[in-house]
Every structure is written in structure tokens, then in C-alpha cells.
């Protein structure tokens, strides 16, 4: 007595040998122009390596200690910085609340971005463009807000858990 849905070893046989592709039909394909996507993924990594020596491009060297001691710089100072850094740039430069933002018409050069990363801007993919929190990004928000605001002791975890006010 067979039970429904159960299948039998020689009809799963069967759909498994049905489903597998021989080699004569991984050749016709091949021929046809069609890959695999692994071998998809391997065509892009290549175009993407220098055409040179076959190695990826190098990156620009960015110091992120410096980057990050300029993210806490005032408005002024990073303006100031762009301007003796990169002068081009500068005139791109708009002031948006507490941020300073950078708009680019089309993608920037390496050394560019590389340049506007070592002042402090970090991109924006929602907004599309490089912006610098001036000291008031929401990281040094968040960390400010921590060491100022008042916690709960910890005795709290050590009897019941983490703190819920409702099991109070």
C-alpha cells in the first residue's frame, strides 16, 4: 500500500536522470553564447582587474585616525580644509543644516573620492552625494547621548534579566 505523496526510489530515479544536464547539452550551450553563472561572475572580476599586470587597481591610501579626527571638525574648518585641499571641490560645496554636502554631475575619480574620504565626507547613496557631519554626524550624537543620559543600575540584569518596565 502506497501512501499519498510518498514516491517510490525508482520513480525519484527517474526525475532526478530527467533533470540532469548531460555534457552534449553544457557544449551546445557554450556554443550558443550562454554561461553559467559562475562563469558570469568570473568574466566581470576580470574586467574589473587592471588590464596591465591582471591584478585588481589599488585603492588610494585614505588615514582613517586623521578621517576620523576630521569628522569632529566645525563647519568653518572643513570648509577651510576643503578649500586649501581641493579647490574644485569647494566650489561644489553647499552648507545644509550643520552638514557640509558635495554634489558631483557624474562619478568623481578615485583620488577625488579618495580625497573627500581623508577630510571626513562620507557618500550618501539616498541623497547621491558626499556629506561631512561637522562634529554632528549620529554617531558623536549617540555617543554623547550615552555618556550624559542616566542608566539603570546593573543590578537590574543580574536579577531579572535585561530592564523591562513592565515587569515592575
Not at 526525475?15 to 553563472?37: D, V
Not at 576630521?70 to 570648509?79: C, E, F, K, W
Not at 541623497?127 to 539603570?152: E, L, V
Request: aromatic share 8%; glycine share 8%.
Amino acid at each position: 500500500m502506497e501512501v499519498k505523496g510518498d514516491k517510490t526510489e525508482t520513480n525519484s530515479r527517474a526525475l532526478k536522470k530527467k533533470t540532469m544536464k548531460t555534457n552534449k547539452q553544457n557544449k551546445k550551450e557554450k556554443m550558443n553564447g550562454l554561461q553559467s553563472q559562475s562563469e558570469q561572475l568570473g568574466t566581470e572580476t576580470a574586467s574589473n582587474a587592471d588590464q596591465t599586470n591582471g591584478k585588481p587597481k589599488a585603492k588610494p591610501y585614505v588615514n582613517y585616525k586623521e578621517r576620523d579626527a576630521n569628522r569632529q571638525l566645525p563647519t568653518d574648518r572643513v570648509l577651510e580644509l576643503l578649500r586649501s585641499k581641493m579647490p574644485e571641490q569647494y566650489g561644489l560645496a553647499e552648507i545644509v543644516g550643520k552638514w557640509v554636502w558635495v554634489t558631483f554631475g557624474e562619478i568623481p575619480s578615485d583620488k577625488i573620492r579618495a580625497g573627500l574620504s581623508q577630510i571626513g565626507f562620507h557618500w550618501n547613496n539616498a541623497r547621491k552625494c558626499w556629506q561631512h557631519p561637522c562634529g554632528h554626524g549620529p554617531h558623536a550624537a549617540h555617543r554623547t547621548a550615552r555618556n550624559t543620559a542616566a542608566t539603570f543600575p546593573q543590578i537590574f540584569n543580574r536579577v531579572s534579566g535585561p530592564y523591562n518596565p513592565r515587569r515592575l
